[in-house]
């Protein structure tokens, strides 16, 4: 059965006054007529997406477009099949680089795609063989258990989500590898379009330092193209999130419907805590709560998450010894919509905190001092600062 394939494309040019031409075309075993090509463009340096075109395959196996563009865009390419109704997030994701000129995207299935084009050089082409069979494995058992849970068999899809959520783990040696490769096209192309777009969708989670050595070893002409301009911006941005400046205000209504602003916190501890469903969250949530607990006189714990709605709805929904990375959920998910301290949800009055502060992922922890000052910005090692400073200040 057809899956369906979403399949981010990110489309490279030289800056221009004058729109450039570029052509994307392929030849995949099992394109049908009438089968769509969605695209949707990203809209840099973040994930949301607007309209872009349609490609409507008129010639089995085979497809053809020419646009232009006068720098820099990413597009969303989903494989629609005419006649079925698939969740688009059943097919597996695959990342590319398009540059001015012709990319070409060719496969035995739309779910083993090969790309060719000029930015991809053997080592680049090494490294995305890899990628993309790991990407493809894991795709695989999100599909097993999507399927297990609509055929009721709870267990099988227990069994498939255990193995998706470690699969880090469970192919620990071969992201090892990865990982190494990735790093040797890093350092030996530090400006090629690739380098530098992963360099920008990583600064808000790597250290700042890192991130400007990256920079520095850009060429000039990189820098100053669409793409270096915009990790440029990023690292202005993330300069200022650095230990010892002013944390930003932020003025947020809580789900209780109470205004706070981080002047109200003046004179204790704050520690912002963005978290949701995801496994680090899960783990981590039940130290956050002891650490408030312990602490509250001196600590103020600001939670922000994406929607309170589909947790209470997961809670409702869960069988009671539904397990995810080893931890009985219904007990954690119960906690969290009891959180002790101020939650406030993501919503368009709330959404300035989260491009402010720059969170990098979840779970995501900023500690800022009782006087406003930044202490520490970044992942679980946020929280281990707060919680030996807080026990160094004010424990026994």
Same mark, same amino acid.
């Given at each position: 059965m057809k899956k369906i394939i979403v399949i981010l494309v990110m489309c490279i040019c030289s800056i221009s006054a004058n729109a450039m031409p570029f052509t994307i075309e392929g030849k995949i075993t099992g394109?049908?007529?009438? &089968?769509?090509?969605?695209?949707?463009?990203?809209?840099?340096?973040?994930?949301?997406?607007?309209?872009?075109?349609?490609?409507?395959?008129?010639?089995? &196996?085979?497809?053809?477009?020419?646009?232009?563009?006068?720098?820099?865009?990413?597009?969303?390419?989903?494989?629609?099949?005419?006649? #079925?109704?698939?969740?688009? &997030?059943?097919?597996?994701?695959l990342v590319f680089l398009v540059k001015d000129g012709t990319t070409r995207l060719s496969g035995k299935s739309v779910e083993n795609i090969e790309i060719q084009s000029e930015?991809?050089?053997?080592?680049?082409?090494?490294?995305?063989?890899? #990628?993309?069979?790991?990407?493809?494995?894991?795709?695989?058992?999100?599909?097993?258990?999507?399927?297990a849970y609509a055929s009721g068999d709870t267990v099988k899809g227990n069994e498939y989500i255990d193995k998706f959520n470690n699969f880090y783990s469970i192919r620990?040696?071969?992201?090892?590898?990865?990982?190494?490769?990735?790093?040797?096209?890093?350092?030996?192309?530090?400006?090629?379009?690739?380098?530098?777009?992963?360099?920008l969708k990583s600064a808000s989670y790597t250290p700042f330092a890192e991130s400007l050595a990256k920079y520095n070893k850009m060429?000039?002409?990189?820098?100053?193209?669409?793409?270096?301009?915009?990790?440029?911006?990023?690292?202005?941005?993330?300069?200022?999130?650095?230990?010892?400046?002013?944390?930003? &205000?932020?003025?947020?209504?809580?789900?209780?419907?109470? #205004?706070?602003?981080?002047?109200?916190?003046?004179?204790?501890?704050?520690?912002?805590?963005?978290?949701?469903l995801c496994p680090g969250s899960l783990m981590i949530d039940k130290d956050v709560i002891a650490l408030y607990q312990k602490y509250k006189e001196h600590l103020e714990v600001i939670g922000v998450t994406e929607s309170i709605e589909s947790i209470s709805s997961l809670y409702e929904d869960i069988d009671e010894n539904m397990e995810l990375v080893g931890i009985k959920l219904k007990p954690v998910l119960k906690n969290m919509l009891e959180h002790p301290w101020l939650d406030v949800e993501l919503t368009k009055e709330n959404e300035k905190i989260s491009s402010d502060y720059e969170f990098g992922g979840m779970p995501f922890f900023i500690f800022i001092s009782p006087e406003g000052k930044i202490i520490h910005r970044e992942f679980h090692d946020a929280f281990y600062t707060a919680r030996k400073e807080l026990k160094s200040k004010f424990s026994e």
């Open positions: 394109l049908e007529i009438g &089968d769509t090509l969605s695209f949707e463009r990203m809209i840099l340096p973040g994930s949301s997406t607007e309209a872009a075109f349609n490609i409507i395959i008129e010639k089995q &196996d085979e497809f053809y477009y020419r646009g232009s563009h006068n720098h820099v865009n990413c597009y969303y390419m989903t494989y629609k099949p005419a006649n #079925e109704q698939i969740s688009q &997030d059943d097919g597996p994701h930015i991809y050089n053997e080592a680049l082409q090494e490294v995305m063989k890899l #990628e993309n069979a790991l990407s493809a494995e894991r795709n695989e058992y999100h599909r097993n258990y999507r399927a620990e040696k071969e992201y090892a590898k990865l990982e190494e490769m990735r790093n040797q096209y890093y350092n030996d192309f530090p400006s090629s379009e690739y380098t530098v777009l992963t360099n060429s000039e002409s990189a820098q100053n193209d669409y793409l270096g301009k915009l990790y440029k911006n990023i690292l202005d941005k993330l300069a200022l999130l650095e230990a010892g400046n002013n944390a930003p &205000d932020f003025h947020l209504k809580t789900i209780t419907g109470r #205004e706070i602003s981080l002047e109200d916190f003046r004179g204790k501890y704050v520690l912002i805590y963005y978290w949701g």
